[in-house]
């Protein structure tokens, strides 16, 4: 009976029911509480202006509580009135199940008499505190609500149910145990709370206090109070009034409201409400057992995840444990191989040295007695073993020549472990779904239309089949290396349009996706041939490709040594012709028809350093910082000759911009041409000098200022890098042997801006000079 205890404590005290009333909505209060929680309304909301008005029709008139803001969200408790002259000021306390009491608007009268008996202020309001319904008292008070003798009943019972020590019912925090009861007031009393509200004078002094435990008897023996008619106290209930719902007595049917309502007898609807209370506990008592049940499951459930998850972690570790024997056995074999190795090197490297040590000292015997035969004084005896000496010198001398002082054995080990495949399989190792799961998606289907190649640079288009019903997660683009090498992850992602910079110019990709998710992986689809533009020498001008001027950059390292950009793309127009054939499909650009010579890029905020400032569509970059910074270009070069040019927008403070090419993991936060990853000139305005790996060469007179134009040209048919300031060559080349995959770079700080112009044709004067040599 523990749990039923909540249904038997007062929502707004937090104890039991004392004195309970039936509010219309159904829900039970104390007397006591319910006259705490009473607030005054306007005049204007009173029953009798609503029946002066015509327009209350019941004595319990529901509030609208928009208006009156009886409730309030932010602190989930009751208030009264704002901007009444009549709402209570005092602060309010709070019950122990939140709900807000106040004081009452009057101060209570000084006896012990029953509250309902206590007048009401005009006009006052009452509020459920458990579904929030508000109303207005009528004249009644308190009095016009039924009084709850069946719930009395059912907590007696259950507090004598109870074998603990009865509780005194006064205390505010934790309840002392009860010394007497009074049996005129029926409330129990500790030593402190009889004392405090009990004093044995004036009228209490002729209540009689008696033993808990005999006062709960008294209080079983007493008869039960029969519930009366709340218009007419003197009248008990006997009759049923179907309409209403409620039981009515004699008068209320003869004079009353209920006069004209359908009415039934009192124990023939007892019997009938007992039928329908006990059938529908039949059906709430199945619903309980199931829950029984269920929770039941769920707690094997608790329990049969442990034991799973333990096996599960001893099986995942035994498998883990064989990976790590397997690669410790391997590592073992590996570690031999490097031993002997080790041996074989070292056995050689001794054997020679036993070798030219048995020789040497041959040698230096021999010196040594050609040494002592040249400090003899016979010339006749010296003429017979000269010639035989001097042979046996050259002889000697040319068995050193032959390799004899080189070593057999290099000192660096010739081996190479490459455990990138086994890294991988690592980072991709996975659980695998034992359940049967969905099927893997359809081959995505490539959108010819929407691919497109440009200078070096090449967008692709995919999506799914119209018919397919299984969704993609994901896709993976593969590329070869242009030479019909193996394919090669560029791309993995959810878009459906990828766009991947930094290839060879004049070269033949192969390209292919695929779709996957949870389940597996797709078929590839078809293959589709990549044809990227020529880079030759021509004086007829490209037509240039419309670019994205808004691009999310992704850049991975390429799989054949040079680095793709890959970029989400957009939609655009096609500039090539294709042809298609059961198992290829043909890309070629409308460029390479046009024999395009130049390249247009951009920088590329990607790949820069954070304190890079762009404007001008990436074409105009400054710094925010005083310490150099660097900034790429967006396309990377590998064959052919390129030139561009970067006028100076601005010039202050004599700063030292550097101008050149890098590789895309070169240092972006130091000047360019301080690490191994960058070929640079880095002027002044007096001066300027070549910079690679933080050494400085070829210092050469003519700086720059604002408004100068620097041109570099890259060769790759000559591997050279040469620089120009105002179409005049500063200094001799630069560099030489230049091969790779290189991007365009600058580095400045806060006082310089520049601008790069692409698309430019190689100079006339270097055209001829190539052309000569």
């Avoid at 190649?453 to 089949?465: D, I």
């Avoid at 400032?613 to 005083?626: G, R």
Wanted: proline share 6%; charged share 20%.
């Amino acid at each position: 009976m523990e749990e039923m205890e909540e249904e038997l404590k007062c929502p707004v005290c937090g104890s039991f029911y004392r004195e309970p009333i039936i509010l219309p909505c159904s829900h039970n209060i104390c007397q006591a509480c319910a006259r705490n929680i009473l607030v005054q309304t306007p005049e204007s909301e009173s029953p009798q202006s609503r029946r002066a008005s015509g327009s209350g029709v019941s004595d319990y008139d529901y509030l609208d509580l928009d208006k009156m803001s009886l409730y309030s969200e932010a602190d989930s408790g009751y208030g009264s009135y704002g901007g009444f002259a009549s709402a209570p000021t005092t602060p309010c306390q709070k019950s122990p199940n939140g709900v807000r009491v106040f004081p009452p608007a009057m101060p209570p009268p000084a006896t012990h008499l029953s509250p309902a008996l206590a007048s009401v202020p005009r006009n006052s309001c009452i509020t459920c505190p458990q579904c929030h319904r508000s109303l207005i008292l009528d004249d009644r008070g308190l009095r016009g609500f039924p009084k709850n003798r069946v719930l009395e009943g059912v907590i007696d019972r259950y507090q004598q149910s109870k074998a603990a020590a009865l509780k005194c019912q006064l205390c505010e925090k934790a309840p002392k145990e009860a010394t007497v009861m009074c049996e005129q007031c029926d409330v129990f009393y500790c030593d402190p709370c009889r004392l405090r509200c009990h004093p044995p004078r004036g009228p209490l002094a002729k209540h009689r206090l008696v033993p808990p435990a005999q006062g709960r008897v008294s209080r079983r023996l007493s008869p039960r109070k029969v519930s009366t008619c709340t218009d007419h106290e003197l009248e008990n209930h006997s009759m049923y009034c179907v309409q209403c719902k409620m039981p009515v007595c004699y008068q209320c049917l003869e004079e009353g409201k209920h006069s004209s309502h359908e009415v039934k007898a009192l124990g023939a609807m007892w019997k009938l409400h007992k039928s329908q209370l006990s059938q529908a506990l039949n059906g709430l008592s199945d619903r309980a057992k199931e829950a029984k049940e269920f929770l039941v499951q769920l707690r094997n459930m608790v329990q049969q995840i442990q034991e799973n998850s333990v096996e599960f972690e001893a099986c995942l570790v035994a498998q883990c444990d064989a990976l790590i024997d397997a690669l410790n056995r391997r590592k073992a074999q590996l570690l031999a191989r490097v031993n002997k190795e080790h041996e074989h090197k070292l056995k050689v490297v001794r054997d020679q040295i036993s070798h030219c040590t048995v020789k040497l000292r041959q040698t230096t015997g021999l010196m040594e007695y050609c040494l002592e035969v040249i400090k003899e004084n016979d010339p006749s005896g010296f003429l017979q073993i000269s010639d035989a000496l001097i042979r046996r010198v050259h002889l000697t001398e040319d068995q050193w020549g032959k390799g004899t002082l080189t070593p057999r054995m290099t000192t660096d080990f010739d081996l190479s472990l490459d455990n990138s495949p086994l890294l991988q399989s690592i980072h991709q190792l996975d659980f695998v779904q034992m359940k049967a799961s969905s099927p893997v998606p359809a081959t995505p289907i490539l959108q010819l239309e929407d691919c497109c190649t440009h200078n070096n640079s090449a967008t692709l288009s995919w999506k799914q089949p119209p018919l397919s019903t299984v969704p993609a997660e994901g896709y993976i683009l593969e590329l070869d290396d242009g030479n019909g090498g193996q394919f090669r992850e560029v791309y993995v992602g959810k878009e459906t349009m990828c766009t991947v910079d930094g290839l060879h110019f004049n070269s033949t990709y192969n390209a292919r996706i695929k779709a996957f998710n949870k389940t597996g992986v797709s078929q590839y689809s078809k293959t589709l041939v990549l044809q990227t533009s020529e880079d030759t020498d021509s004086e007829e001008q490209t037509v240039p490709f419309p670019v994205p001027s808004e691009r999310l950059p992704l850049r991975r390292m390429s799989p054949f040594s040079s680095t793709l950009n890959l970029q989400p793309s957009f939609p655009g127009r096609a500039y090539f012709d294709f042809r298609s054939s059961p198992h290829q499909l043909s890309l070629h650009s409308s460029l390479q028809s046009l024999n395009a010579p130049v390249a247009w890029f951009a920088f590329d905020p990607g790949s820069a350093h954070s304190d890079i400032i762009f404007s001008n569509d990436n074409l105009t970059v400054t710094c925010s910082s005083y310490d150099d910074r660097v900034v790429l270009g967006k396309t990377g070069f590998s064959k052919g000759v390129h030139y561009w040019e970067l006028t100076v927008d601005r010039y202050d403070n004599h700063p030292d911009p550097a101008f050149g090419v890098a590789r895309i993991d070169v240092m972006k936060d130091v000047m360019l041409g301080k690490d191994d990853k960058a070929w640079a000139m880095y002027v002044d305005n007096n001066r300027s000098w070549f910079m690679h790996n933080n050494s400085h060469t070829n210092r050469t007179e003519g700086g720059i200022t604002k408004g100068a134009t620097i041109g570099v040209l890259l060769d790759f048919n000559r591997k050279t890098l040469t620089f120009f300031i105002n179409d005049e060559q500063q200094g001799p080349i630069a560099f030489e042997n230049v091969e790779g995959l290189f991007f365009p770079a600058v580095s400045l700080n806060r006082n310089v801006q520049v601008t790069l112009h692409t698309g430019l044709q190689v100079p006339d004067f270097y055209s001829s000079r190539a052309s000569i040599a």
